[in-house]
């Protein structure tokens, strides 16, 4: 599967490919090729299956846990959290999973600046996208999209007052980003620092 935002670049890299090829141009046939292969690569879609267990969150993005932290954060979101920092590169599936069932409470999107997504600096001055979920027990979890160098079109499929549950795609980001989640602070952590993990499906840690 393909994401539908992904089309449009496909399409236009597909065009510009067999163009090359009717007037003869070899090498930029080849290199518009691999381009082509690589934008179907980046917004592919696939299904991803989980062994669900009581309390479990599992991660909203592909990637690699970069950091994982008790902070506390007084803003759009307020409070004490555990946090897990997701990086995802260029290579990674870009679709994003919503790590628990719940509600959406609330989407808030910040404007900001296009910092490397890797640098802890672009959790709060680049371009972002927090949405809040509420659990059925009143428990809540912040998943917040962040823009990065590359990466400069946060996409949310969602809406506040939506139910959504364990693993439903939600959004994504193009061409290389971070992902973090804000879990309540009394949560256990089982995701390991510098681990590779897959949306909708890599267990992140357990609610209380």
């Known amino acids: 599967m393909i994401a539908r935002e992904g089309f449009p670049f496909i399409v236009i890299s597909i065009i510009l490919t067999v163009i ?26 696939p299904e991803r299956n989980f062994k669900d267990e009581e309390k479990l969150v599992i991660s909203p993005a592909d990637g690699k846990v970069i950091r994982i932290e008790e902070v506390d954060v007084q803003g759009t979101i307020s409070g004490k959290f555990k946090k897990i920092s997701i990086f995802m590169n260029v290579f990674n599936v870009h679709v994003n999973r919503a790590p628990y069932s719940g509600k959406i409470e609330k989407i808030c999107y910040h404007k ?35 823009a990065g160098l590359i990466a400069r079109r946060i996409v949310c499929w969602t809406s506040e007052g939506v139910s959504i549950s ?43």
């Open 112 to 146: 900001g600046k296009f910092l490397s997504a890797n640098l802890d600096k672009a959790s709060t001055e680049n371009e972002r996208n927090e949405i809040m979920i509420r659990t059925q027990d009143g428990r809540m979890l912040w998943t917040v999209q962040i």
């Open 20 to 45: 090359a090829a009717f007037f003869a141009i070899t090498w930029l046939a080849v290199i518009l090729t691999a381009i082509t292969v690589f934008i179907i690569c980046f917004f592919r879609n």
């Open 166 to 208: 364990k693993g439903e795609r939600f959004g994504l980001i193009r061409f290389g980003s971070r992902v973090e989640v804000f879990l309540p602070s009394d949560s256990r952590i089982v995701a390991k620092l510098g681990a590779q993990v897959r949306a909708g499906q890599s267990p992140l840690g357990y609610l209380s």
